[in-house]
């Protein structure tokens, strides 16, 4: 079964920073392009950027560039979302999901960032 | 930037009935466009992908079609684990990006 497991919930202050995981198994992690969407509270989908484990090739939405660093460690299957210094803003739901031809499937369960102070 | 305009922004639909929801491009996106499902609480899942095909598992009352910039997603005879907010994607063209999202009400 091709899944995506993501770390658990993280709760931080802003100015922090903070790296978050989605880990691939059942396929071929490095074959496949990893893509990162947000979700803010009560709103839609919005997509962030995308790495391709095999080579880390990674594309950003010009609105998430510069805020955030996407990254991938393929011996152990798992792509990654980093923040430098965190906003109040960056609170949400973030996922990962497996792009096959364009498309989103699997899905990660999500990981909640919640920045307060 | 390729702009996504799901329509209704809220759709009341009886139990049994049909469901119809539409999804515009600024754009042509030829048929690179996918639907997603999301219930409360739970991550988006994939339900149709190059505007007319279901995805695995996806039963047959869900049906997508259109190519350029006019798409549908109709669900034929709605069950009560149809009602949800769903969202088209366009993948055509970097940056991706998804509509606004249309909810699926009981009515």
């Known amino acids: 079964e091709v899944q995506l497991v993501q770390s658990g919930a993280e709760v931080k202050k802003p100015g922090e920073s903070l790296k978050i995981s989605c880990k691939g198994s059942?396929?071929?992690?490095?074959?496949?392009?990893i893509g990162w969407v947000r979700q803010m509270p009560g709103k839609g989908l919005e997509w962030m950027g995308i790495?391709?484990?095999?080579?880390?090739?990674?594309r950003y939405s010009p609105s998430f560039q510069g805020q955030v660093t996407i990254s991938a460690d393929k011996s152990i299957s798992t792509a990654y979302l980093q923040w430098s210094s965190l906003k109040a803003s960056d609170t949400a739901m973030y996922y990962c999901?497996?792009?096959?031809?364009?498309?989103?499937?699997?899905w990660g369960q999500g990981t909640l960032v919640t920045v307060s102070s | 930037e390729i702009v996504m305009t799901q329509s209704p922004a809220t759709l009341s639909v009886s139990p049994g009935e049909r469901a119809t929801l539409s999804c515009r491009a600024s754009?042509?996106?030829?048929?690179?466009l996918a639907w997603y499902q999301q219930k409360p609480g739970q991550a988006p899942r994939l339900l149709i992908y190059?505007?007319?095909t279901r995805a695995t598992g996806i039963p047959a009352r869900f049906s997508g079609s259109g190519s350029g910039t006019e798409f549908t997603l109709t669900i034929s005879s709605l069950q009560s684990e149809d009602f949800a907010v769903y969202y088209c994607?366009?993948?055509?063209?970097?940056?991706?990006?998804f509509g606004q999202g249309t909810r699926l009400e009981i009515k």
């Open positions: 999901a497996r792009v096959r031809f364009g498309e989103y499937d699997p």
């Open positions: 059942g396929y071929s992690f490095t074959s496949y392009w």
């Open positions: 790495i391709y484990p095999g080579d880390s090739d990674t």
């Open positions: 754009q042509s996106v030829s048929s690179n």
């Open positions: 190059g505007a007319s």
């Open positions: 994607q366009q993948y055509n063209n970097w940056p991706i990006t």
